[in-house]
């Protein structure tokens, strides 16, 4: 049900996710941060989450670069939706059905 | 909603808790996973290898894109070195989630870092945020409901993939952009005033630079790169 070639491509993706995910909890357990590296790493979460979420909002498969319309649309009550209830699930389910109104009407 | 939906004050270190405060990220778990069974079957990938991509490679966003180079033929190197570069961000969240648990032992550590996602990720620093530590049993126990909700989602999904063929109009999809919102509003509400206009400030520096990115990298560059030279102008310009 599966070849060796596959077998060989799905572990090596799994070695090349797996490193980075790890060698930090290895190697910062010797190593004690410079405190200037630790207050860059607390810009982190902000700057990952923001920058994945602006990647979303953005169709970069013209020659210029444009606001993708219907996602923007979905996310603007998203966020409201996320700053009104401060809750992962009723975001990520009011998101999920302005999305596919959205789909539905054009 | 369940009561679980706002991640608790400060608590002792529980398995059980770690499960609860993961449940509001299931439902985007299990949306995400079921498209990615559902779009693994339409890229002529079997559910033995949709189920052990989830097993092994275990990262949303890689999956998708792995699913359309497959289908596009693509050779195994670059489908290799595009996993990479997609999930180069994780070393920078596990830089982030590490000095939690310097006192744990290497084991455990790995664990930690093998489980790390965006999502769980996101649950983590929020936490922190609101009672300034994480604790080992908390994060297994979150670590591990999401993985098996993962894993379980995306059979689900290659099992009901013949009868779903266009998952988009169901707006699955949207569902792991709406998990990203609402991480990131929670970790900058957690924050004090002058912090929130400072996070707000360097978001705009954010979609500028982003948007300058998109026209000559690719998407998972342009996060890369953003990450990085915003958090060194969040650095230059934090007050003192």
């Known amino acids: 049900m599966i070849t060796s070639s596959m077998m060989w491509l799905l572990l090596g993706c799994a070695v090349v996710t797996w490193l980075p995910r790890v060698l930090p909890f290895v190697f910062v357990k010797n190593v004690i941060l410079p405190p200037i590296i630790l207050r860059w790493l607390a810009y982190i979460p902000v700057c990952i989450l923001s920058a994945l ?4 909002l953005f169709d970069a498969s013209g020659s210029y670069v444009t606001f993708n319309w219907p996602i923007l649309a979905a996310f603007i009550p998203t966020v409201l939706i996320a700053i009104w209830t401060k809750s992962l699930s009723i975001t990520v389910i009011v998101g999920v059905v302005c999305m596919a109104t959205i789909r539905f009407i054009f | 909603m369940l009561k679980t939906d706002r991640i608790g004050e400060q608590e002792e270190d529980h398995f059980i808790k770690g499960v609860k405060d993961s449940l509001p990220t299931l ?6 996973g079921i498209a990615f069974g559902v779009v693994g079957i339409a890229s002529n990938l079997n ?10 490679v275990y990262a949303g966003a890689a999956q998708f894109i792995f699913c359309g180079l ?3 033929g693509t050779p195994a190197s670059i489908i290799i070195l595009t996993t990479f570069i997609v999930n180069l961000r994780h070393l920078l969240m ?3 989630i590490a000095p939690s648990f310097t006192s ?4 455990r550590n790995i664990g930690f870092g093998s489980l790390l996602t965006d999502e769980t990720f996101g649950v983590a620093v929020t936490k922190r945020a609101q009672t300034g530590a994480l604790g080992p049993r908390w994060m297994d126990g979150q670590n591990i409901t999401a993985y098996l909700a993962w894993i379980a989602a995306s059979v689900v999904g290659a099992l009901i993939g013949k009868w779903i063929p266009n998952p988009e109009k169901l707006g699955l999809d949207f569902a792991l952009t709406a998990m990203f919102v609402a991480l990131l509003v929670l970790s900058i509400t957690a924050a004090n005033h ?6 707000l400030q360097l978001i705009s520096y954010m979609a500028v630079i982003i948007y300058f990115l998109l026209h000559f990298t690719s998407t998972h560059i342009a996060v890369l790169v953003g990450t990085v030279v915003v958090a060194t102008i969040g650095v230059v310009t934090e007050k003192k």
């Not at chain 2, 002058?194 to 996070?199: A, F």
């Open chain 2, 94 to 96: 596990s830089l982030t």
């Open chain 2, 27 to 32: 439902f985007g778990y299990i949306s995400i």
């Open chain 2, 194 to 199: 002058t912090k929130i206009m400072h996070y």
């Open chain 1, 53 to 56: 979420v602006m990647t979303n």
């Open chain 2, 47 to 56: 559910t033995l290898e949709i189920t052990l991509l989830s097993i092994l």
């Open chain 2, 70 to 72: 497959y289908l596009a």
């Open chain 2, 104 to 107: 744990q032992s290497l084991l």
